[in-house]
């Protein structure tokens, strides 16, 4: 085992796919020499060379144009995007073609393309380099959508995206590179996509969430156990396919939902957990289904206070859980 940052393990992850599959490249905007803009790419031009870690013009509609077509002529790209607040002028390609090629084709055209996309505020990023997207891509048939917390869980299902011949977004948090860090199994490993991972054991409330605020939802359950308060935390890694096995099984047997996430609360991913506890395990609850998410504005606001009023946090996910706990 290495202890790696998140931003490490994505790194290697490329890199040995690279080196697994001559298919496999990367491109998009300083990816090259400079290593991508939080290094993601830093030193695969010196082993792959510039045939196989393209430096683009700035122009996504570009990137993912030249990815997609790529893609369907059997080679494996994995198109950057260097601020998921750049994604838009890559839609069309995207949810208008990827997501429906392999349908539209009756499963003849695969579309092997990965697009990773770093997200999420907390850095002082401002409105155009904070937004989260994963709604727009989530609410998507023909499109995977994954979000690790984890280095171990982003190398593994980084590696998984990459052989899988569907388009997978795969999505970063910003915070998460540098500040969490774990072990990770150095060579091949794979995790599978639309498997959520059971955190933290629990019997009094469940807690589903993904990205950075898992971090959170994790340092609120240490804290509320010492309130006799015994909570289970189910991070989802994938949000398409979800896994909803696991959250049915895990709120079956606590009887309570807290659903956290950092994206818009309206038609957000914690929205369809809700849908589905209500319908599937209603008869199970003992309380609420409760949600803890960004608030329904445009974008991710500069000043320091607004920021961290906007975003989930540890003692917000702690209060959440006490009033839970209540009913």
Known sequence: MAVMTVIEAVREAIREEMQRDSRVFVLGEDVGQRGGVFLATQGLIDEFGPSRVLDTPLAESSIMGIALGAAMRGLRPIPEVEFADFVWPTVNQLIGEAAR??????????????????????????????????????????????????????????????????????????????????????????????????????????????????????????????????????????????DTETVLESVKKTGKLLIVHEDNITGGVGAEIAALVAEQAFEYLDGPISRLCGPDIPTMPFALNLEEAYMPDTEKVVQALRKLAAY
Do not use: M
């Open 101 to 242: 090629t392999c349908y539209g084709t009756n499963g003849a055209v695969p579309v092997p393309l990965v697009v990773r996309i770093p997200y999420g505020g907390g850095i002082r990023g401002g409105l155009f380099h904070s937004q989260n997207v994963e709604t727009h891509f989530f609410h998507t048939p023909g499109l995977k959508v994954v979000a690790p917390a984890t280095p171990f869980d982003a190398k593994g299902l980084l590696k998984s995206a990459v052989r899988d011949n569907n388009p997978v977004v795969f999505l970063e948090h910003k915070k998460t590179y540098r500040l969490v860090r774990g072990e990770v199994p150095e060579g091949d490993y794979t995790i599978p996509l639309g498997v959520a991972d059971v955190k933290r054991q629990g019997t009094d409330i469940t807690i589903v969430s993904y990205g950075l605020t898992l971090h959170y939802c994790l340092e609120a359950a240490e804290q509320v156990s010492g309130e006799s308060v015994s909570v289970e935390v189910v991070d989802l890694r994938t949000l398409t396919p979800l």
